[in-house]
């Protein structure tokens, strides 16, 4: 297994009075995802490259957005189920959480080209916010561990920066100074009584209780800004303005006790606990094209750049560790070193850049859409995750410590990540004014070890109905996750983290209506 830089730890390296907590799974969180779409676009596994006609079109290929020749108000309201299975070290647990969701929702203005001299033949603009990923979740494993220890992220830490005992009680409010102040790690001595290194008192060897709680919830947004043009029902264009709207935060817990409850080790538990907020929004754009060249056939192309996001983190953490007769139960808190704020760190990422190609066969495909007998389609997404990138905010450009460090993050992607394919498939079912939908999708692994088993599989499907210029749809997603979650990571062993499975059931209900 590739070893990850300790820079990686979600929230644990910092330095007063700005907090340094990004890490390699911000990158992920931002860029792996299923998204939503509306409860017809969620039924046929998430295929939008090609179909058009649905306002999801103006986050996947804005040029769908040329089949309308009516103005449409949508709203997609969502109800998403996480149910997590997770094994760490051979102990297995589980957890669950639930809460709504948003599907595209938006509104469509669209009309027909009257003077007759234009080559175009109709227009589009839409404006639509969709929710691409949901943060909302429980995570939650524990386990027996005699190889690695918490702690040792702290002493990497220290050594590396070679901190004197100055820098150890005051540098790192967020992480290493919280231990050192409890004694959770202490100085060992070298000749004439110097300072030779640090120790952790946790006894790693005989077995430590270990136990991962976090809540996470929020999600990232987007706000589209859509224009698209029809040419003769043949070609269709079409491009958007993205606003991507970021809010994410996480109440973490983590502890780790003594198993053999020897009060004469000099330890006996510590818990740390953390709670980290991140927002931002940014702008990125969204290019595709449509093309029948048939009646029944349809290809399409869409190409979505990096997004560009401005993001600012907000942190803060307390330490209690009870060392027994070396110290006892001490407690520190980052408010107690950072005259009662929050850290806060601003800078910027870079998103991967996308491609979609899709393809689509239309049932009689005729003008009148009440008379169509359904289709199928498919695509193919490649996401370019190794593409990420942090940059060091304007107000900290001139700072080397901050530029540094994420040169070294942008070398882990780089080292860590891979670029990988996406494939949706689905299909509908028409009755006259009654639709009967299926589909499928697989979500390939962003990480290039394969020892992290990570995919995301979907099975979907859903029924809707239209008539008179109103339209209403259901649908129900399940996706079934693989993932790695690691409780802390270090350079210089092997990290250990909970395999995780389980599923998330997402229902989406639209609401739509022409005029």
């Known amino acids: 297994m590739k070893k990850y830089f300790s820079l990686f730890i979600s929230g644990l390296a910092f330095f007063a009075p700005t907090a340094k907590s990004q890490t390699i799974d911000e990158a992920i969180r931002l860029s792996w995802f299923t998204p939503n779409g509306t409860a017809r676009n969620m039924a046929v596994g998430g295929v939008m490259g090609s179909l058009g006609g649905d306002i999801t079109a103006n986050h996947v290929n804005p040029a769908g957005i040329g089949l309308y020749k009516t103005r449409e108000l949508v709203l997609s309201p969502g109800f998403i189920s996480n149910n997590n299975k997770f094994n760490y070290r051979g102990n297995d647990t589980s957890s669950k959480r639930s809460g709504f969701g948003l599907g595209t929702s938006g509104l469509?203005?669209?009309?027909?080209?009257?003077?007759?001299?234009?080559?175009?033949?109709?227009?589009?603009?839409?404006?639509?916010?969709?929710?691409?990923?949901?943060?909302?979740?429980?995570?939650?494993?524990?386990?027996?561990?005699?190889?690695?220890?918490?702690?040792?992220?702290?002493?990497?830490?220290?050594?590396?920066?070679?901190?004197?005992?100055?820098?150890?009680?005051?540098?790192?409010?967020?992480?290493?100074?919280?231990?050192?102040?409890?004694?959770?790690?202490?100085?060992?001595?070298?000749?004439?009584?110097?300072?030779?290194?640090?120790?952790?008192?946790?006894?790693?060897?005989?077995?430590?209780?270990?136990?991962?709680?976090?809540?996470?919830?929020?999600?990232?947004?987007?706000?589209a800004l859509g224009l698209a043009g029809n040419m003769a029902d043949k070609l269709y264009v079409g491009g958007s303005l993205v606003i991507p709207i970021i809010k994410y935060s996480r109440e973490l817990f983590y502890s780790e006790r003594d198993a053999t409850n020897d009060p004469g080790n000099q330890f006996s538990f510590f818990e740390f606990r953390e709670t980290y907020t991140s927002q931002g929004a940014g702008i990125g754009l969204k290019l595709g094209t449509m093309y029948k060249p048939s009646d029944y056939v349809r290809v399409g192309f869409a190409f979505h750049s990096p997004q560009f996001i401005s993001m600012t983190d907000r942190i803060r953490a307390s330490l209690i560790a009870d060392t027994e007769g070396y110290a006892g139960r001490r407690s520190?808190?980052?408010?107690?070193?950072?005259?009662?704020?929050?850290?806060?760190?601003?800078?910027?990422?870079?998103?991967?850049?996308?491609?979609?190609?899709?393809?689509?066969?239309?049932?009689?495909?005729?003008?009148?859409?009440?008379?169509?007998?359904?289709?199928?389609?498919?695509?193919?997404?490649?996401?370019?995750?190794?593409?990420?990138?942090?940059?060091?905010?304007?107000?900290?450009?001139?700072?080397?410590?901050?530029?540094?460090?994420?040169?070294?993050?942008?070398?882990?992607?780089?080292?860590?990540?891979?670029?990988?394919?996406?494939?949706?498939?689905?299909?509908?079912?028409?009755?006259?004014?009654?639709?009967?939908?299926?589909?499928?999708?697989?979500?390939?692994?962003?990480?290039?070890?394969?020892?992290i088993q990570a995919s995301r599989v979907i099975g979907s499907g859903g029924i809707g109905y239209r008539n008179k210029g109103i339209f209403i749809d259901l649908s129900y997603s399940h996706i079934m996750n693989k993932d790695a979650v690691f409780a802390y990571r270090l350079n210089d062993k092997p990290n250990t983290f909970a395999n995780q499975t389980g599923n998330r059931g997402n229902m989406m209900l639209t609401f739509g209506f022409k005029f």
Do not use: C
């Not at 220290?158 to 050192?180: E, H, M, Q, V």
């Not at 009654?434 to 962003?446: H, V």
């Open 332 to 451: 520190e808190s980052s408010d107690n070193l950072n005259n009662g704020q929050a850290g806060r760190s601003k800078y910027t990422i870079t998103t991967p850049w996308r491609a979609i190609g899709s393809f689509s066969i239309v049932l009689r495909e005729v003008s009148d859409t009440r008379l169509q007998k359904g289709f199928i389609s498919a695509d193919l997404e490649y996401v370019h995750y190794k593409g990420a990138r942090f940059a060091v905010a304007s107000e900290n450009a001139f700072d080397a410590g901050f530029r540094n460090y994420y040169a070294a993050l942008n070398e882990a992607i780089v080292d860590n990540l891979k670029g990988n394919i996406n494939a949706r498939i689905g299909g509908e079912l028409k009755f006259h004014t009654i639709m009967f939908r299926l589909g499928a999708a697989y979500y390939g692994s962003p990480y290039q070890d394969e020892a």
């Open 108 to 223: 469509v203005l669209a009309g027909s080209n009257k003077n007759g001299y234009s080559k175009w033949t109709s227009s589009a603009f839409a404006i639509s916010v969709n929710q691409l990923a949901n943060y909302n979740n429980q995570v939650s494993f524990r386990g027996l561990n005699n190889f690695s220890s918490f702690t040792e992220k702290y002493l990497e830490e220290l050594t590396r920066d070679r901190a004197d005992t100055n820098a150890a009680l005051s540098n790192y409010i967020f992480g290493s100074s919280l231990a050192f102040r409890t004694f959770l790690i202490d100085t060992l001595s070298g000749p004439g009584g110097s300072v030779a290194g640090y120790q952790s008192l946790v006894p790693i060897s005989s077995g430590i209780n270990q136990m991962y709680n976090a809540r996470t919830s929020g999600g990232y947004s987007e706000v």
